[in-house]
């Protein structure tokens, strides 16, 4: 089946076109700066060729009429003709406490993802106008929606459930929700492939990125998950701080009179990286360190990294413990994949549980699309390099749902 995976967001629209049966990327692209001037589309074939074209784009269901035609192109398009799209899947970021699993699109989805805003107001809204604009587009094509959040929907309570009053987690559902959980469990499936089974598996997938979180996964199940009730919580970020005092929030609104929104800008888009070196990119952090203490800022982005490493090792400690036992640790996302001293960083003085990568084969893994195993032969926890792909998730899930109304 051909799937558009779409992803929608406030002023862009990504996509790709994938055929489920041998899980082929037939195209992708992305529409930028919708609702902009110098609005436009680029466009990559499957071997490789990139078009761009800038075209006026005042809203998502002009930007998709784009992208219909940039794939039905005669000379660049993948498909002759609209209706050679079977079906068109969503990523959903955040599902809120209803639901657990990938669904066809009805009126009472929508209805419910308007009920979701709070949980993600600068997603949830984007999401819908993606929605919108396949309707008005492709009439009668069905969709689908796949919720990052789905997958850590298995936690058990007292994973989820913060020591709030009970009033309060439910009159607003304020409660642990996670992210990225597409990616953790496409890595997680993968991981189990690799161990032959599923029951019994106790398995830490670490998504790395400018956004990150981990996630303990025990017999293919999620229980517990770093990021919370926002992608705010968790690990330091590139732009955001992660998992802080409470108090502090209260102690910087007092000193600098930052309104609410004001202090959630401060902590979602001006700390974690940016915050410690003025940098959001890893790269940038990384080159600074190799340059050495001549830098003026390499004792910043010493720090910075420092303190990612150290966290994310506890979490792989924290996780262990609360399964009873690790049998792989998994890393993948953009830094993930693509920095390799973060792995062995964050895998060094971890004898206790008979970690070992070796360093050499890791120093080399970057920019490259293999499942790689890190681990030598001694460890006693297998450590992989699995690249993400959640965009196969959400087709796979769509074509699913949506072949089952055939």
């Known amino acids: 089946m051909n799937v558009l995976v779409v992803n929608a967001g406030s002023s862009s629209l990504k996509y790709q076109l994938i055929e489920t049966e041998s899980g082929t990327l037939k195209a992708k692209g992305i529409c930028e700066r919708i609702g902009q001037s110098g609005s436009l589309i680029e466009h990559k ?37 609209m209706k050679e799209i079977e079906a068109v899947g969503h990523r959903i970021v955040h ?8 669904c066809l699109v009805t009126q009472d989805v929508l209805d419910k993802l308007e009920l979701c805003r709070d949980f993600a107001p600068l997603h949830t809204g984007a999401h819908l106008m993606g929605i919108y604009a396949c309707t008005e587009v492709m009439p009668g094509t069905p969709q689908v929606v796949v919720f990052d959040t789905a997958f850590h929907q298995t936690m058990p309570e007292e994973a989820y459930y913060y020591p709030i009053t009970k ?17 953790h469990r496409y890595v997680a499936g993968k991981m189990c492939e690799i161990l032959g089974r599923t029951e019994g598996t106790k398995i830490v997938t ?10 303990a996964v025990k017999d293919g199940k999620v229980i517990d998950t770093s990021m919370g009730f926002t992608p705010l919580d968790g690990v330091e970020m590139g732009t955001r701080c992660g998992s802080i005092d409470p108090a502090i929030v209260t102690y910087i609104m007092n000193k600098t009179g930052y309104t609410p929104d004001q202090m959630s800008d401060f902590m ?3 700390c974690g990286f940016l915050g410690t070196t003025g940098y959001t990119d890893s790269r940038d952090i990384e080159a600074t360190i190799e340059r050495g203490p001549s830098d003026p800022n390499y004792a910043n982005c010493d720090l910075a990294s420092k303190v990612l490493f150290y966290q994310i090792k506890k979490y792989i400690g924290a996780y262990a413990a609360a399964m009873n036992g690790l049998d792989a640790i998994v890393f993948t996302a953009g830094l993930g994949e693509n920095n390799p001293r973060l792995r062995e960083k964050v895998c060094e003085n971890m004898s206790f549980f008979g970690i070992e990568i070796d360093k050499e084969l890791n120093a080399k893994m ?20 699995i690249p993400t792909n959640e965009e196969l998730v959400i087709a796979q899930d769509t074509a699913s749902i949506a072949g089952a109304l055939k």
């Open 45 to 81: 074939t499957a071997d490789g060729k990139k078009i761009t074209n800038n075209f006026e784009m005042p809203n998502h269901s002009v930007a998709m009429k784009y992208v219909v035609s940039a794939l039905t192109d005669p000379d660049t398009g993948c498909i002759s003709d």
């Open 95 to 102: 599902g809120g406490p209803y639901y657990s699993q990938s």
């Open 167 to 183: 009033e309060m987690y439910d009159k607003y559902k304020i409660r642990r929700y996670g992210a990225h959980g597409t990616s």
């Open 206 to 215: 670490c998504h790395l990125g400018n956004g990150s979180s981990i996630s």
């Open 268 to 270: 979602n888009k001006k």
């Open 366 to 385: 970057l920019r490259q699309s293999n499942i790689v195993k890190l681990s030598t032969d001694n460890s006693r926890v297998l450590v992989y390099l």
